[in-house]
Structure formats: structure tokens, C-alpha cells
């Protein structure tokens, strides 16, 4: 698994963004935050809830319900966020600081 990739969990298909450290490979569950179409989000905050393009749709991280699953839970990589890291950590950052 990487970071920063989003996955399908589970037999519902749901959508992932994987966060956890690549440096923590060997455990049997990843860090998760689910990712939800900004339709369906109601009131999104802006530095929770970053936006993300995935196949031409727009998601929304739901950071504040972070969560882990097994990996056996987890499918295969879908898209690759590397490039939004700082925007995706920083959402992060801001459940666990406040800032």
C-alpha cells in the first residue's frame, strides 16, 4: 500500500485515501480517511474537507472520520494523490493541532 492513494474498501466499493506512512508497511490495518462526492458532503470546511479530483469528479476528504481497516479490506490503488501531499496533510494537521 502507499500513501496517498485512494482505494475501494470493502464489498461496498467505498471510496479511501490511504495516509498512513509507507514506513509502517508490515502492520495488518491501514490509516484511512473515506472520501465522499462534494455533493453529498453538507458543509464541508475548507481545510478539513480538501477537495480532491479523482477521474474527473470532485471528492471530499471526510477527515474527521479517519479510521483504519484491514489491509485485506483494501483494493487496489485507484488514483495517486502524491501530488496534493501537502494539501491532504495539512487537513490532517488540522484535525489533530487545530491549525
Avoid at 500500500?1 to 495488518?28: E, K, W, Y
Avoid at 465522499?36 to 471528492?59: C, K, M, Q, Y
Avoid at 481497516?69 to 502524491?82: H, M
Amino acid at each position: 500500500m502507499t500513501r496517498f492513494h485512494v482505494h475501494r474498501i470493502g464489498n461496498d466499493g467505498s471510496l479511501a485515501l490511504d495516509v498512513q506512512s509507507n514506513l509502517l508497511d508490515a502492520l495488518t490495518t491501514r490509516v484511512v480517511v473515506p472520501l465522499a462526492p462534494v455533493g453529498d458532503v453538507a458543509t464541508p470546511v475548507s481545510r478539513l474537507n480538501a477537495r480532491l479530483a479523482i477521474d474527473g469528479e470532485t471528492f471530499a476528504m471526510l477527515t474527521q472520520f479517519i479510521t483504519t481497516v484491514p489491509v485485506s479490506a483494501v483494493g487496489p490503488s485507484i488514483a495517486d494523490l502524491s501530488a496534493r501531499a501537502d494539501e491532504i496533510t495539512a487537513a490532517t494537521d488540522f484535525l489533530f493541532q487545530g491549525f
